[in-house]
């Protein structure tokens, strides 16, 4: 198990846009296995996902979550992971909705960032295999930030209004 320390703004790797990814194998098995290992371990708050620069790898690499009720337990949240490589948005659906956003390289800060409600990406699993997925509500919004940190774009960027910190939820 690898859990890499979490790289936090104001480091300029957050603000440098990723290289492509053209080997599936060795080093990028690596990049997929830390990154895994350290979005595990990311706890208060639990992580949504990670990008590869967030642990101060260049590369087009990152994991999202697509959280849901356990059906058998309705107290448990489960998810769904996915390796996304060399994503990219094929289409936006029009529909915006204004959510809450905070980010484990931006540590207590969160804002409001407006989104597509849906979208469709393609990527590359681990193997190379060409994929397509279309996301909705709080996975596609997981999505956007991660390969919004892909093309070197913190979430800050694109508030609207002001920024809070974990008081301001606690008041």
């Known amino acids: 198990m690898a859990v890499i320390p979490i790289v936090e703004a104001p480091n ?60 058998l337990d309705e107290t448990k949240n489960l998810f769904d992971e996915r390796i ?35 979208i469709k990406v393609r990527y590359q699993d681990e193997t190379g295999q060409k994929c397509s997925l279309v996301a909705k509500d709080f996975f596609a919004r997981v999505i956007q930030h991660e390969i919004d940190h892909l093309n070197g774009i913190l979430f800050t960027s694109k508030v609207t209004g002001d920024t809070v910190t974990e008081d301001f939820f606690n008041e």
């Open 84 to 118: 996304l490589i060399n994503p990219k948005i094929v289409s936006k659906d029009s529909e915006e909705k204004e959510g809450w956003e905070g980010c484990l390289s931006v540590p207590n800060t969160y804002g409001k960032v407006l989104r597509s409600k849906k």
């Open 12 to 71: 300029k790797i957050l603000n440098e846009k990723t290289k492509k990814v053209r080997g599936f194998e060795g080093e990028t098995l690596k990049i997929i296995k830390d990154l895994k290992d350290t979005l595990d371990k990311a706890r208060d708050p639990e992580g949504a996902g990670l990008s590869s620069n967030q642990i101060g790898v260049q590369k087009s690499i990152c994991v999202v979550r697509n959280f849901f009720t356990d059906p």
